[in-house]
């Protein structure tokens, strides 16, 4: 089969662009590994409009999910290896097979930054951990260490702060970058310690995390250790930009460039999300860019209009909006 449009992720620009395609009778694949990316890692999301009593993030992208199946959106759950650009189209390739499309939509999301220290990789899953959501339940009544001074880190020691005995926030500086109300309910939790101007130089144990070292940024002379069964990582995420670099232009953190129509540099390939080089990563702004995305790849098949019935509607919009 050859689709119309086939979406690389499935968190929100993903799963919204697709819903957006599908309603317009366009087939639409989405490939992808996991559903919700970041968000689905969110316990309490507060921001998303038409929620004001707030929604786990892995209800929200189900309810995604579930809006983009029932327009007709077909998923695939493998890696994509790679895209190439054809006579005629695409041909977006996983680790087990190949598929045929007239455009694509690049919303691939980020990927966790490690911090590249000693002990980190050797207890990854075994004390280290870059999902507080997944793996908090089993730090129950443990000391843990959170790593990070931004929104993730702040989410992440608040979850833990209500499981675990204590929590050390580990911040490279003296204030965190994070929501002030974020910030605030840190600071009222109890069993949530601040190890301000710091970073992990090293994370230690024999089986399992038994202690990390932790350094002064202002005196390198001053290491402390703090012992502990648990490193949660939250210092942000990283474009991995290698997958179509030499197919669309990129920025130099490897972002996808996009307009403000979401085209990239190569025709036919669009771009959505976090993956891109746009200013602010919310879901709401993921959402929206997602279904801007839609929108011009189904023009650029149609020879610069945006046709078709929304899915469910009787009429046709003249002005196509």
Known sequence: MRYDIIIVGGAPAGLTAAIYSSRRAMKTLIITQDIGGQTATTPEIENYPGFPEKIDGIKLMDNFKKQAENTGTKFVFEEVKGVTKEKDGFKVKTNTREFET????LSFGLTHRHLGVPG????????????????????????VAVVGGGNSALDAALLLSKIANKVYLVHRRDEFRGEQIL??????????????????????????????MVGDINDKSKTRKIDLQGVFVEIGFQVKGDLVEGLVDLDERKQI???????TSTPGIFGAGDVTDIEYKQIVISAGEGAKAALSANKFINSGKI??????????NKNNK
Do not use: H
């Not at 046709?307 to 046709?316: A, E, F, R």
């Open 120 to 143: 980190e990789e050797k207890f990854a899953g075994k004390g280290v951990s870059y999902c507080a959501t997944c793996d908090a339940p089993l730090f129950k009544k443990k000391d």
């Open 102 to 105: 007239k455009s694509v939509i």
């Open 307 to 316: 046709t078709g019935v929304d899915w469910g509607s009787q009429k046709v």
């Open 257 to 263: 460039i996009v307009n403000k129509n979401c085209e």
């Open 183 to 212: 910030i605030d309910r840190v600071m009222e939790a109890e069993n949530i310690e601040m190890v301000y101007n710091s970073k992990v130089k090293e994370i230690k144990g024999e089986m399992l995390v038994g202690s990390i």
